[in-house]
């Protein structure tokens, strides 16, 4: 019965901020006004002496309060624990489903048992564009070699092969890339080698390249991550020379994968200030975009922890610098925007992007004058990802609203605690497994954007190049830093602290809701989006104001199983 | 890809022929196990391998049931794919047993697990003898679920096999009870399943019983494990039912078509009491339509002695007159079905008895008897025309339907893209759906849930005519 109300209120927004008006949000204000920091201390004791000694020793360290001066150690990216539910994906989630998947025109052919591609297949919500109708976007196809007993036993190289061969007559593409799951890397299957002779069969001109992303190679998403970066590098970037589209101000955006049309959005907002976006990594992409990045002049990135290799690579190989950027929350889209005009140094440029700033700011300023009413003062949690959980944390301050809880599923202590760490971090045997390839300058067409000179400048003028400085500087002291939270986790901070919204994923929605909190879905949006750029600002207002202030809340507990009610039942 | 010969060479053959799958039509093997794991109270479902498996089934399923669906994992290393398993299983289970405390813990392999030949009994067998002090131990269940063997339709049989072969002990006199093993349904056909059996004053033990533990109430405080689910006295107990009632002609009978390892020792759980305990096994199909209802409710009859009451009766009744009703609008429709073997052949059935033409009936299962059992359930109603394809991809199936110009689809949501294609309706049932709400209520077994899908398959038929009218009849 909640549920259909709950959607009832969904549908009738106007309805639930008219009974919000007045005033009807007031029981999960009380728990909350009750929430300080100094509550948040607690928490640690709390689950800690639930676990066996070793697992309590272990998630000691990845448990932290925040201090944003000098951001606290933390321990990230290391095995979760078995028997511990997390939200974590597997090595091939990430090379496959996350930096791979969004590109259109490239085959990607799952080499292994019908599970894993199967579940991949659009089950992300990266969209994509093509420019015409008869554009290849082979994005609907979920291509397996399904793997049976007798491919286990005796290889399945002669499946993949053949598997190719297939796709490739039934679609001609121009790449066919393939990806290895887990029992690939214990038989012994040589995807590269397949690959190799598969591009001489066939001919063509077609690029085939494979990828040993086994999931069990590395902690979690991440290292599918940087075998992906390490392959986009390898096999498709600075294949096109070719100088395309208007030559000013060339950048790539990397790391933003157009989940609810985000890179929809910030395309539409390069383009009105006259800023030519060359590739973005990966959202609406395509090879062609892939091979010409290298023409751009200026590497933007957004998700640090997914694709930070590709921008580091690009720079030693081709001299591309990169800079951090944030473009969800609108006034950190237009922070992004005017690093874009400082790096360019173009008053022509400038002024365009203060115009266009301008133009936007009027319908999110009213947008967020609405929500703010609403959602200030309330407090969020945020838990997904390998940078969401800092990047929505500008949206969230937008509304007024406090994070008194966040951490990554898959980041690194550099996105926790900045860049600066990278040298201190100890390599273990799980890293180890990812190939490490060695980027040297490309002896024609190394090609410093900047002088050393002019960076200095414009680092003098508070450009920072090459640097993240990581979510804990943003949190405020005593908040509460958690890597890789566990279910088991996620149970009691909501029940100790019940916040007004808890962003993750599916996996914990419903538990979530059961317990009365909404849950914001950051993975998909909850089928909504975008949220990036200006516009995605707005719809975020909206969303939160509607989903934090639902009066639907309250309503878990029937009348009559509330004392309260009894209560007032005697007084009249 | 060899295109999809022949058409007129009415039995396709099997996948093998192709060597990959292009948008394929199952899921593999663990996830059905945990489906079907989730039907036991008191159980923690863990995967034994990679943590991935785990996370992508757990997602898979949270969407189709809009519930909570805790897995753990073993969660392999590199180091572990070399090593063995086995100190990863013995820190899994701990760590399970004091987060979680469950009665039960139910363990199903995974790819990788079972490709380097990981012995789970004996794990298990060996972790129980170490704790054998602990108070409160759970009961360990294992389900042997390699994905290159079978598909999840096997997992969810192997997985209830599993759990009654485990517990099942034959300690009295036969009972007054009967089992009833309902397969893959949603929740709400569960519930329905009780109250039929309830209202023929059976005592049962329906397994698994996931009515709850994947269609729960909203909560004031969180249950860690949710509660419901068939409970493991209830398991013991079914080696001393007078009877099994299973649903389904296949279930995992497809371990006997020589492409699962271990080949011959595949038994339905049913088959299993039958052969250990003589408890005496009926089997009917999934009971959609009137005559495959009939025959669910006659076995129950003559199982019970009782005579069928009065409100099924009257529930048959009711359908039969709704068929005379909307018999105009779906005679001669051509339908493809497809999903697990066991409901395309329940939904044939169905198909055919209301004059739809089952054009396509089509699996990713390959049990190799889907085209008997079809013939065979379907008699005279038999469709000569009927294409059926086993070990069927999406990509193929639109091939086909693309030669055979079908008016409708009835089955998940991963066929909608060819709808959409086509141009055509779809009437979402079966497993996954992900695009519309209510899965978990989807009502479509006997003749009460026959009465709605009917329904439902009708006014989609009518919406598309409306839908595609240039002048938008609203009397029709
Ligand atoms: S490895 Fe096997 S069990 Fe795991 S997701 Fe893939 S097919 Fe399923
Ligand atoms: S088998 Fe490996 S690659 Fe496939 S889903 Fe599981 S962890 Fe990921």
Redesign the interface.
């Known amino acids: 019965m909640l549920w259909i109300r709950y959607v009832c209120v969904q549908l009738n927004r106007a309805t639930v901020l008219w009974t919000n008006e007045k005033g009807d949000t007031t029981m999960i204000k009380e728990v909350n006004n009750s929430v300080s920091v100094d509550d948040l201390k607690k928490f640690k004791e709390e689950v800690l002496h639930k676990y066996p000694k070793k697992v309590a020793k272990k998630r000691d360290k990845a448990i932290l309060l925040n201090d944003p001066e000098t951001p606290p150690q933390i321990q990230a990216n290391v095995r979760t624990v078995p028997g511990i539910i997390t939200q974590r994906g597997c090595t091939y989630a990430g090379c496959k489903g996350v930096v791979l998947g969004p590109t259109r025109d490239i085959i990607n052919i799952t080499h292994g048992p019908i599970g894993c591609g199967f579940y991949s297949w659009l089950t992300r919500r990266n969209q994509t564009k093509p420019e015409t109708e008869t554009d290849e976007n082979f994005m609907m196809y979920c291509f397996s070699t399904d793997m049976q007993d007798s491919n286990i036993v005796f290889g399945g190289e002669e499946k993949l092969k053949q598997a190719i061969r297939e796709a490739y007559e039934l679609f001609h593409p121009k790449a066919i890339a393939i990806f290895s799951t887990c029992p690939v890397g214990l038989i012994g299957d040589d995807v590269h080698r397949v690959a190799r002779h598969m591009k001489e069969e066939i001919g063509d001109g077609i690029n085939i390249f494979g990828f040993s992303c086994e999931g069990y190679r590395g902690v979690s998403q991440s290292a599918g991550h940087h075998i992906a970066n390490n392959g986009l590098f390898k096999n498709l970037i600075g294949r096109d020379d070719e100088k395309r589209g208007d030559l000013k101000y060339r950048v790539n955006l990397l790391g933003e994968y157009n989940i609810g049309g985000d890179a929809f959005e910030l395309e539409r907002v390069f383009e009105k200030c006259g800023i030519n976006l060359i590739a973005t990594f990966s959202g609406n992409s395509t090879i062609q975009k892939f091979e010409n990045a290298h023409t751009a002049d200026l590497n933007m990135v957004m998700c640090h922890r997914s694709i930070n290799y590709v921008a580091e690579m690009m720079e030693t190989a081709f001299g591309i610098p990169w800079i951090k950027v944030q473009p969800i929350g609108a006034d950190s889209t237009a922070k992004m925007l005017r690093k874009i005009g400082q790096y360019f140094g173009d008053q022509e440029l400038i002024d365009k992007i203060e115009e266009v700033i301008a133009d936007e700011m009027v319908a999110v300023t009213a947008a967020r004058e609405k929500a703010l009413k609403k959602t200030n003062g309330k407090k969020a949690m945020l838990f997904v990802g390998g940078s969401r959980a800092h990047h929505y944390q500008n949206l969230f301050e937008e509304l007024g609203m406090t994070t008194l809880s966040a951490g990554y599923e898959f980041g690194h202590r550099d996105d926790y605690e900045g860049r600066v760490v990278i040298p201190t971090i100890q390599i273990d045997a799980d890293s180890r497994n990812i190939e490490e390839i060695t980027v040297t300058k490309d002896e024609t067409r190394y090609n410093p954007r900047k002088t050393e000179e002019e960076l200095k400048a414009l680092e003098a003028e508070g450009m920072e190049f090459n640097g993240y400085e990581g979510l804990m500087p943003q949190m405020a002291k005593g908040t509460l830093v958690i890597d890789d939270l566990s279910h088991y986790e996620m149970e009691k901070l909501i029940e100790l602290y019940k916040p007004d919204v808890f962003c993750a994923g599916i996996k914990e929605k419903f538990c979530v809701q059961k317990m009365g909190v909404p849950l914001k879905q950051l993975h998909s949006y909850d089928y909504g989006g975008p949220y990036a750029g200006f516009k995605g600002a707005i719809n975020f207002y909206e969303d939160i104001e509607m989903i934090a202030c639902t009066t639907i809340w309250k309503e878990l507990k029937a009348p009559w199983e509330s004392e309260t009610y009894v209560e007032a039942q005697y007084a009249y | 890809?060899q295109k999809a010969e022949s058409i007129k060479q009415k039995v396709m053959p099997s996948?093998?022929t192709?060597?990959?799958?292009?948008?394929?039509c199952?899921?593999?093997?663990?996830?059905g196990a945990c489906i079907a794991f989730k039907g036991l109270e008191g159980v923690l479902p863990?995967l034994h391998?990679?943590?991935?498996?785990?996370?992508?089934?757990?997602?898979?399923l949270?969407?189709h049931f809009?519930?909570?669906?805790?897995?753990?994992?073993?969660?392999?290393?590199?180091?572990?794919?070399i090593f063995g398993g086995n100190k990863?299983?013995n820190?899994?289970?701990?760590?399970?047993i004091?987060?979680?405390h469950p009665r039960v813990i139910a363990i199903a392999s995974?790819?990788?697990s079972e490709?380097?030949g990981e012995d789970v009994q004996r794990l298990i067998f060996e972790y129980q003898k170490t704790h054998n002090a602990m108070p409160d131990l759970p009961v360990m269940i294992f389900a042997s679920t390699?994905?290159?063997?079978g598909?999840h339709s096997e997992g969810f049989h192997e997985a209830v096999f599993a759990a009654v072969k485990t517990l099942a002990e034959s300690s009295g006199p036969v009972g007054d009870h009967i089992n009833l093993f309902s397969n893959m349904i949603s929740p709400e056909d569960i519930r329905h399943l009780k109250e039929i059996v309830e209202d023929f004053s059976i005592p049962v033990v329906l397994f698994p019983d996931y009515s709850d533990t994947l269609d729960?109430t909203?909560?004031?405080?969180?249950r860690?494990i949710p509660d419901g689910g068939t409970t493991v006295d209830e398991l013991k107990k079914s080696a001393q039912a007078y009877a099994s009632v299973e649903l389904g002609y296949i279930l995992n009978s497809g371990g006997m078509n020589g492409?699962?390892?271990d080949n011959g020792t595949k038994q339905s759980a049913g088959e299993f009491l039958k052969g250990k305990f003589d408890v005496p096994l009926v089997r009917t199909g999934l009971p959609i339509g009137i005559l495959e209802s009939d025959k669910f409710f006659e076995a129950l009859s003559s199982i019970s002695g009782k005579e069928i009451p009065m409100k099924y009766q009257r529930q048959r009744g009711r359908l039969v007159d709704l068929y005379i009703d909307g018999h105009k609008y779906v005679s001669d429709k051509r339908a493809v079905i497809y999903g697990e073997e066991d409901l395309v052949v329940a939904l044939a059935a169905f198909a055919a008895e209301i004059g739809i033409k089952p054009v396509l009936c089509a699996s990713?299962g390959e049990s190799g008897k889907l085209a008997g059992t079809l013939r065979e359930v379907l008699g005279s109603n038999y469709y000569e025309d009927m294409v059926v394809g086993q070990g069927m991809s999406f990509?193929r199936m639109e091939e086909v339907m693309q030669e055979l110009k079908p008016d409708l689809m009835i089955g998940n949501s991963k066929g909608y893209?060819i709808a959409r294609k086509m141009d055509i309706p779809i009437v979402r049932t079966g497993f996954p759906i992900h695009d519309r709400?209510g899965a978990q209520h989807a009502h479509v077994l006997g003749y009460e849930g026959t009465m709605i899908l009917f329904e439902q398959i009708v006014n989609t038929l009518l919406d598309d005519k409306q839908r595609k009218s240039p002048i938008g009849y609203k009397y029709m």
Do not use: H
């Open positions: 890809m996948g093998d192709f060597a990959s799958s292009c948008n394929a199952k899921q593999c093997t663990p996830l863990m391998g990679s943590q991935g498996c785990a996370t992508y089934i757990r997602r898979y949270i969407s809009r519930e909570p669906v805790d897995i753990a994992s073993s969660n392999f290393s590199e180091e572990t794919t990863n299983f820190t899994g289970i701990d760590n399970i004091t987060q979680y995974t790819c990788l490709t380097i390699p994905s290159y063997q598909t729960n909203s909560w004031d405080s969180y860690r492409r699962i390892k990713g990509e893209y709400l």
